[in-house]
């Protein structure tokens, strides 16, 4: 009998079968499955349904001749997967982005791939979704003002995030190159979102304020910030490089993804414990404000930093794949 055309003999004599590999999940796809609002849900259940971001895989970092590559591995008890990601800062002056990557879902039993996701994508929707979770227990219920800095990618997703779980009287863009700052203001317009662009100095009259930009130094003045805040800040994942003043730091309540992540690579915070602005034992986890362990504090700003962690991609493209 001959033997069926998609049967082959593996390298044991037994029989193997070829297969088209896992379905692909592109960029459209995936925002078209799981908006920003889900999203966040997804990373507020996971916290607190137990999952512990102390208990994740270290992130990889290696530095290449153009810029650095990224290994984020993560398991959890149904999938697991990885992120292999680059970060290529000469990219936006040829008009390529400047964040790519794929990331790999695998069965945690039989650890083999189920899906194949576009990475730059899922950074895209994950990275707004753990800030929109935080957000959602730090900022204030009333959002008149809402400042972003930054024009690109993440600054449009924590726009549409925030959106997703506050009503924003207004959006107001600070970014360097003003006419990429006029496009995004012009974006959110069309959506129905009233947006400016204005300056760093408007942060005094806004409630929640959002940094994602590649800036190695701060943004504003923390002084101007009022107290009944919130600012995320999620550009840096450099201990050299920050986007918040140790003015800021040193009034606000800090809550971070992880201690141990936030301590190894955090410039937002090691700057200021460096310069005795704060103790590093006074930094919350989000997990602590997720799950209620730690209360808010209301009298004082409020601040969540991020450099990004491999449990936040697994746990988004895990309902991705669910909401096939």
């Known amino acids: 009998m001959a033997r069926d055309s998609q049967d082959r003999l593996g390298p044991d004599g037994r029989g193997m079968t070829d297969t088209t590999g896992p379905?692909?999940?592109?960029?459209?796809?995936?925002?078209?499955?799981?908006?920003?609002?889900?999203?966040?849900?997804?990373?507020?259940?996971?916290?607190?349904g137990g999952l512990d971001p102390a208990a994740d895989f270290d992130r990889g970092?290696?530095?290449?001749?153009?810029?650095?590559?990224?290994?984020?591995?993560?398991?959890?008890?149904?999938?697991?997967?990885?992120?292999?990601?680059?970060?290529?800062?000469?990219?936006?002056?040829?008009?390529?982005?400047?964040?790519?990557?794929?990331?790999l879902l695998l069965d945690a039993v039989t650890l083999g791939?189920?899906?194949?996701?576009d990475g730059a994508a899922l950074t895209t929707l994950r990275t707004p979704a753990v800030s929109a979770a935080a957000a959602d227990h730090l900022a204030p219920a009333r959002i008149e003002r809402m400042v972003v800095f930054g024009?690109?990618?993440?600054?449009?997703?924590?726009?549409?995030?925030?959106?997703?779980?506050?009503?924003?009287?207004?959006?107001?863009?600070?970014?360097?190159?003003?006419?990429?700052?006029?496009d995004l203001a012009a974006r959110i317009r069309q959506s129905?979102?009233?947006?400016?662009?204005?300056?760093?100095?408007?942060?005094?009259?806004?409630?929640?304020?959002?940094?994602?930009?590649?800036?190695?130094t701060p943004l504003f003045d923390g002084s101007l910030v009022p107290a009944d805040s919130c600012t995320v800040a999620v550009g840096s994942h450099e201990p050299g490089?920050?986007?918040?003043?140790s003015t800021l730091v040193g009034r606000a309540q800090v809550?971070?993804?992880?201690?141990?992540?936030?301590?190894?690579?955090?410039?937002?915070?090691?700057?200021?414990?460096?310069?005795g602005v704060i103790?590093?034992?006074?930094?919350?986890?989000?997990?602590?404000?997720?799950?209620?362990?730690?209360a808010v504090d209301l009298d004082r700003p409020r601040v969540f930093t991020s450099s990004g962690m491999s449990w936040e991609d697994l746990v988004v493209a895990t309902a991705v794949h669910r909401a096939r």
Not at 23 to 41: H, K, L, N, Q, T
Not at 88 to 99: L, V, W
Not at 151 to 178: C, K, L, N
Not at 255 to 275: K, N
């Open 23 to 48: 379905p692909w999940i592109s960029g459209a796809e995936i925002f078209r499955r799981v908006g920003f609002r889900a999203a966040a849900r997804a990373i507020d259940d996971a916290l607190r």
């Open 192 to 216: 129905g979102q009233a947006a400016s662009v204005g300056a760093s100095a408007d942060v005094r009259s806004a409630q929640l304020i959002v940094c994602a930009t590649t800036a190695r």
């Open 61 to 103: 970092i290696l530095e290449l001749e153009r810029g650095q590559l990224l290994l984020m591995p993560a398991q959890a008890a149904e999938f697991a997967g990885v992120k292999v990601a680059t970060v290529a800062p000469g990219n936006p002056a040829i008009g390529r982005e400047r964040i790519q990557g794929v990331y």
């Open 279 to 294: 103790a590093a034992d006074a930094l919350v986890p989000l997990r602590s404000i997720a799950t209620g362990a730690t």
């Open 255 to 275: 809550v971070v993804e992880d201690l141990a992540v936030a301590l190894r690579e955090g410039g937002d915070v090691l700057i200021p414990i460096e310069e």
């Open 151 to 182: 024009s690109g990618p993440q600054a449009w997703g924590h726009i549409e995030a925030m959106r997703g779980i506050r009503e924003i009287g207004e959006v107001t863009i600070v970014a360097r190159h003003s006419g990429r700052a006029a």
């Open 241 to 245: 490089a920050r986007e918040l003043p």
């Open 113 to 117: 791939p189920v899906a194949l996701l």
